[in-house]
């Protein structure tokens, strides 16, 4: 996996695994593969129904016990939720085989990536841990290979619930960035894309993240970089001089971070060469 690849799989991870705080937008509270919601089989009383909870008619008579929701724990309205939905749209609406903003990857490899990454834990260290990258490869050509749709599908699901993604806090702090970005992925690689504009608490949460991980991005940047929002609040990326300044919203400023700075809506401030080396090579920003 070369070029912005890497960059965008590693580095949500990475992201992922420093910010802790999971968004409770929809304030419920979430269970996962070792707790069961009140009501689901296997609770005292009568499985499937809570005490007191009246039955439901069946058709055809007798009664029928009220579902329970299990395939997705995660709240509904997490960013990561929305994040993942409008990822899945947008590779089936390209297709399998349209480009992407990842080096060498159509939309079906990139599918598979995000299948792997949340499905497949046998293989998905392999983002991280580069002896393991060959098993990941072939693991992600073999998904690659499968239908299309069966991949767009899997996404939209979600992660299985023996998944640490299926942990709400979990998977608002590892996937509400790499959604986005990969989402981003498909839709930058058309010419007539246009900036999103970003609702601001997502966009306020982007840039927490940034703040927090800024440096960790910014670590190979061969001259000093600063990140800087247009109301003026600013995370450093890397010391030194001379000083680079990249301004735009949070959304922008998230892609140029992980290495899509040709395909991010800012502008660029300091040193004129300092400018185009930080332009020229994706592989300086990100993971």
């Given amino acids: 996996m070369a070029g912005s690849s890497w960059l965008g799989c590693r ?17 419920s509270r979430p269970y996962g593969p070792f707790r069961r919601p009140r009501g689901s089989a296997g609770a005292r009383g009568e499985p499937g129904r809570r005490k007191g ?38 590779l089936e609406g390209a297709g399998p085989d349209a480009p992407t903003l990842c ?33 990941l490869e072939r693991v992600q050509a073999e998904f690659a290979a499968k239908p299309y749709e069966e991949l767009i599908q899997l996404i939209r699901t979600g992660p299985p619930r023996f998944s640490p993604y299926a942990l709400k806090q979990i998977d608002e702090a590892a996937n509400a960035v ?60 890397r010391r030194g001089v001379p000083v680079v300044t990249v301004t735009g919203e949070p959304g922008e400023l998230t892609m140029f971070a992980f290495g899509r700075q040709s395909q991010s809506d800012v502008t660029l401030d300091g040193d004129k060469e300092a400018i185009t080396r930080l332009q020229g090579d994706a592989s300086i920003l990100g993971m």
């Fill in 11 to 27: 580095g949500a991870l990475v992201m992922g695994a420093i910010v802790r705080d999971g968004c409770d937008i929809a304030g």
């Fill in 53 to 90: 909870e009246a039955r439901i008619p069946a058709r055809g008579g007798g009664t029928a016990r009220k579902p329970t929701f299990r395939s997705y724990p995660c709240a509904m309205s997490t960013h990561a939720k929305r994040e993942r939905l409008l990822l899945a749209d947008l």
């Fill in 103 to 135: 080096d060498g990857w159509l939309t079906r490899d990139l599918a598979a990536h995000v299948v792997v990454r949340e499905r497949r834990a046998d293989a998905a260290g392999g983002i991280l841990i580069k002896p393991l990258a060959a098993r």
């Fill in 178 to 237: 790499e959604f986005y970005v990969h989402a981003e992925d498909v839709r930058r690689a058309q010419q007539d894309w246009t900036p999103r504009v970003l609702d601001p608490v997502f966009a306020d949460s982007l840039w927490s993240r940034l703040e927090r991980s800024a440096r960790l991005l910014g670590r190979k940047s061969p001259v000093g970089l600063v990140l800087r929002r247009p109301d003026g609040r600013t995370a450093v990326a």
